[in-house]
């Protein structure tokens, strides 16, 4: 019969010091035998028996927080968004990447935790607060967001902490791993599909947005109206005017120009607004292809797929073998963007009859 004596006050949870207690033998052999080092450290298999006999009478459960500060893995891995997910998750970008996130983690053992409070009152996330570097509660972490700070990726970096980020960052000093959509070759085959169609003089539309994501973007593109010679004198190929300038709307209207490359579906939408005020028609009278996913709002653009479920998976994957070879190569990963045919995109008009 267990030593009532030797069992923690009711309504308490079971602490190491109460296993070591039951067991009759030091906290730190329980330590020693929870972390699996019991056989280096020649503890008795009796004992380790009776420290196991102890945790499951106790219903102890290693505290992992505790454990990683001794320097051990917790087995956790961190989610960090620079952005807020809630009330709106389903409805967010990054959705479907957290979903491929958790199944990886789910099927490889792992435990996630959601790094989203980390705000410092300005509307700003940050990693480090009061000098402290608050993902370290987790083995590594994936981080998502476009992130304001480079300082903070950098430090982060030479800390030596384990973590990938999705989507290209580009920090000097910092190489650090990304799991990158590959917008670079979806802009140039967007491209090449107008050109298999007969377009031989099309238009750029910005965003006013920028970042790498949007640098991969334009640069796909430039390298294939270049390599196809195919014209472009639009103001957003080549003064990089963002917005819908009213001579790309003329240059469309008068068949000057036969297709667009169009960076967001908001503008998209304006597009096919003021053609349609001047009876020009999508495809029949002009192409226009959408360099952004619009899977969500259903409105048939030919467009590309970011395969955000697989980019999750794969930045667990990354993760985990930097956790566990910390002399690993930190590679970034290009992962290929499907192509969606859509219903916007038709032979050129000149190629037609009509």
Known sequence: ????????????????????????????????????????????????????????????????????????RTQLLGVHTFEPLFPH????????????????????GHDLVLFSSTGDGSGTRRIYRAETNRLTIADGSILLGMSPDRAELARLWQDGYPFVHIGRRDVPGAPFPCIVPDYWSAAAEIVE????????????????????????????????????????????????????????????????????????????????????ERNVSIPVDVSVAVLEDTAATGAGWSDLRIPRKEIGRIAVDRLIAMVEDPTAPRESVLVRCELVAGSTVAQARTERDV
């Open 1 to 72: 019969m267990t030593d009532q004596s030797s069992l923690p006050p009711r309504g308490r949870v079971a602490r190491q010091a109460d296993v070591a207690r039951l067991a009759g033998v030091s906290q730190s052999a329980v330590s020693r035998v929870i972390s699996g080092d019991a056989s280096s450290s020649r503890i008795p298999e009796e004992t380790r028996r009776r420290v196991q006999d102890a945790i499951a009478q106790l219903g102890y459960v290693p505290n992992p927080v505790a454990r990683n500060l001794r320097g051990k």
């Open 89 to 108: 998750a389903r409805e967010s970008f990054y959705f479907e990447f957290l979903l491929g996130i958790e199944e990886r983690a789910e099927e490889s």
């Open 193 to 276: 599909r107008l050109h298999a169609n007969g377009h031989r003089s099309i238009a750029y539309v910005r965003d006013s947005i920028g970042g790498e994501p949007y640098d991969d973007r334009r640069a796909g593109y430039r390298e294939a109206v270049e390599h196809l010679k195919l014209r472009d004198d639009s103001p957003g190929y080549t003064d990089e005017v963002s917005g819908l300038p009213d001579v790309v709307v003329d240059a469309l209207a008068t068949g000057r120009a036969t297709a667009a490359v169009v960076e967001s579906e908001r503008i998209a939408d304006t597009l096919r607004a003021r053609l349609a």
